[in-house]
């Protein structure tokens, strides 16, 4: 640092010296002074923020002036954390996007990321928890584009965090394990043991309190290698969860412990909070007891004049659960108090755990329900949102994980290759040339008939294949159309009805979900509604389907066979997932590309081996569709890491 302080010092001392005669004395003062300020900004920090925010605007100048990229990018990285120290978040946030615009301005993928990522802290300290996953998930994508998997991985303990927030326990769990992908073999030990107690939250959250106990406890053996603060959390996390198998002697001991600490004496916020969260597990053990209340009333005491609004929120809580029982008058005010803590922090996971106390204490509590239904779906369609995003992005980056490999693999190949045999491939190349010119002026007509011929050929079978499949599904009804009459029959002669509507109802079933398989398809204007149908049709109860891109298709453009021979394999597939994957999210792209349409499929299930993919009859069927029509699939799945299948339909 001190090596770079001295050449910007240099660089812009000559430009002073150059420029006297233009710019005047004033000019060449104003530089030396921001030159000393840069000494100030990397190496001093005894001046207040305010001086500090004084002296950057002076530099920035300066940096300015002279045209200087890489002096902005410190000085502005350096102006936002000020501001944000200052707690001035609109200012910060208004020149973290002035960043991020010179960056991208200029190409820098590096200082991208960066003002991305400030932007997505500062948002989650204004509880805009939204636009904050938003920022940290492009910050995510740029970090994988030039291969930083530190950062990468930090984005997404920044996103489960906020996922954990909103009380998206489920999607925080995947986003963090993800991210374990990126740190698990660095030094990164705070992010690390973030990653292991977001889990555990998650599981918590889950009622697994045995794997909710194994993660905090993983998170606990770097005890060495994080903060005291981050420490302190940990250990309260533990203690919740021991209370939570009603392991109330040790979990009090954890917590008693704690309170002799000094550095959680001197912390007010962790005091107060180790206070509240004895307190109420000293009532889970023995209810209505005095210690008690005399713990959490203190707790309460020292979080309204530290002015902790999420400790007050907590301690509401608690006290609300105290005098559930014993004292509704009580009770109420506590959760009425933790209502406006949460509304201050425009927490809505803690404006419906308070609201929901609330409507059971009140007599009248019709607005506060209504409230409670409007916060539940905002919350549910933010979670989905989220998920639908990072859905997204997680499928993007494999992909790109891929092409990474595939052109490191390239580059390794062209190095490898020798060049002895270059005069003997030039010559072939023209004596290729010159018979393929030769030929071709004379087979020209030939080779289009051929072609032409060929293609006829292939569409004929396809809708022989298609005519054939219809055929055979009424065909099918019609057989399972005499099972249900011959059933009817057996009513009629008095056989148990009880059984016969069952045996009904099964044929039906099977009648219905046969002819759904192999019905006509609508190839018209209803094509891109039926397609859509079917992925939402096929898609297990238990699993999330992502669509995009179907409705951006000009489907008019797509001949009828393409269609069709897609509709089947994507049917297919479906079936197979269904079927076998036991997947919980699938995801699939339409996209319209220059030479061709691409749809690309992926699942998380558990995928198939090279073996059991030889013995899938279906999904070869597939391959001879797509062939059919000139295109191509491409198959990518190994045991236990999800199934992918990308296709191609060349216009």
């Known amino acids: 640092m001190k090596y770079q302080c001295i050449n910007s010092l240099f660089f812009l001392l000559l430009l002073c010296i150059n420029n006297t005669s233009l710019l005047g004395q004033e000019v060449m003062s104003k530089n030396v002074d921001s030159i000393s300020i840069y000494f100030d900004l990397t190496e001093l920090d005894t001046i207040s923020n305010i001086k500090k925010l004084e002296n950057i605007n002076h530099f920035l100048n300066g940096a300015y002036l002279y045209k200087q990229d890489s002096l902005i990018y410190k000085g502005l990285m350096r102006k936002t954390k000020i501001l944000n120290n200052l707690e001035k978040r609109d200012s910060a946030i208004y020149y973290s996007k002035m960043l991020y615009e010179y960056a991208k301005e200029n190409k820098n993928l590096i200082y991208q990321e960066k003002a991305l990522t400030k932007l997505g802290l500062y948002y989650k300290k204004e509880d805009q928890l939204t636009q904050a996953f938003s920022y940290h998930n492009k910050a995510f994508k740029i970090s994988r584009t030039i291969n930083d998997s530190l950062e990468a991985g930090k984005s997404l303990l920044y996103m489960a965090n906020i996922q954990k927030s909103l009380g998206d326990y489920a999607g925080s769990k995947i986003t963090a394990i993800d991210g374990f992908k990126y740190i698990e073999n660095s030094s990164r030990f705070k992010r690390i043991s973030g990653l292991h107690l977001i889990i555990s939250v998650a599981y918590r959250e889950q009622n697994n309190f045995i794997e909710a106990l194994r993660y905090v406890n993983k998170a606990l053996t770097l005890e060495e290698k994080i903060n005291q603060k981050d420490l302190f959390v940990l250990k309260n996390t533990k203690a919740n969860i021991l209370a939570d198998q009603k392991k109330y002697s040790k979990s009090i001991a954890i917590l008693s412990q704690l309170l002799l600490d000094t550095k959680v004496i001197e912390n007010k916020k962790e005091y107060a909070r180790v206070l509240s969260n004895l307190g109420h597990i000293k009532w889970l053990e023995k209810s209505n007891n005095p210690i008690s209340d005399s713990l959490l009333q203190k707790a309460l005491t020292i979080r309204e004049k530290e002015k902790d609004t999420q400790g007050l929120i907590a301690s509401n809580i608690h006290l609300t659960k105290y005098y559930f029982d014993t004292d509704s008058k009580k009770a109420l005010q506590y959760a009425e108090a933790a209502y406006l803590n949460a509304k201050k922090r425009n927490s809505r996971t803690a404006i419906l755990e308070a609201l929901a106390f609330i409507i059971d204490l009140k007599e009248n509590a019709t607005e506060e329900a209504r409230i409670?239904?409007?916060?539940?779906?905002?919350?549910?369609?933010?979670?989905?949102?989220?998920?639908?995003?990072?859905?997204?992005?997680?499928?993007?980056?494999?992909?790109?994980?891929?092409?990474?490999?595939?052109?490191?693999?390239?580059?390794?190949?062209?190095?490898?290759?020798?060049?002895?045999?270059?005069?003997?491939?030039?010559?072939?190349?023209?004596?290729?040339?010159?018979?393929?010119?030769?030929?071709?002026?004379?087979?020209?007509?030939?080779?289009?008939?051929?072609?032409?011929?060929?293609?006829?050929?292939?569409?004929?079978?396809?809708?022989?294949?298609?005519?054939?499949?219809?055929?055979?599904?009424?065909?099918?009804?019609?057989?399972?159309?005499?099972?249900?009459?011959?059933?009817?029959?057996?009513?009629?002669?008095?056989?148990?009805?009880?059984?016969?509507?069952?045996q009904i109802d099964a044929v039906y079933n099977q009648s219905r979900n046969f002819s759904r398989e192999n019905s006509e398809i609508d190839t018209g204007e209803n094509y891109k509604n039926e397609l859509a149908e079917l992925l939402r049709s096929y898609t297990p109860s238990n699993a999330q389907s992502y669509i995009k891109g179907l409705t951006s298709i000009d489907w008019s453009t797509i001949p009828e066979m393409d269609k069709i021979a897609l509709f089947t394999t994507l049917q297919e597939l479906m079936i197979n997932m269904k079927k076998h994957s036991q997947a919980g999210v699938v995801t699939i792209i339409f996209s319209k590309e220059k030479d061709c349409l691409r749809v690309n499929y992926f699942d998380n299930g558990k995928g198939a081996s090279a073996t059991e993919m030889d013995n899938k009859n279906g999904l070869r069927n597939t391959e001879s569709r797509i062939q059919a029509i000139k295109g191509t699939i491409k198959f990518d799945t190994e045991k236990g890491s999800g199934f992918k299948a990308e296709i191609r339909i060349p216009n």
């Open 372 to 502: 409670y239904h409007k916060i539940n779906e905002e919350l549910k369609n933010i979670n989905q949102s989220n998920q639908d995003l990072y859905a997204v992005t997680k499928f993007e980056n494999e992909d790109l994980i891929k092409i990474n490999v595939e052109k490191d693999k390239q580059v390794l190949e062209t190095r490898n290759q020798k060049t002895i045999y270059f005069s003997i491939s030039i010559g072939l190349l023209l004596v290729i040339g010159f018979v393929s010119y030769f030929f071709n002026r004379r087979n020209k007509d030939l080779k289009q008939k051929a072609v032409k011929l060929k293609q006829q050929n292939k569409i004929d079978k396809l809708e022989t294949s298609y005519k054939e499949r219809i055929q055979f599904s009424k065909k099918i009804h019609d057989s399972f159309a005499a099972k249900l009459y011959g059933i009817m029959m057996s009513i009629k002669n008095g056989i148990d009805t009880s059984k016969i509507i069952d």
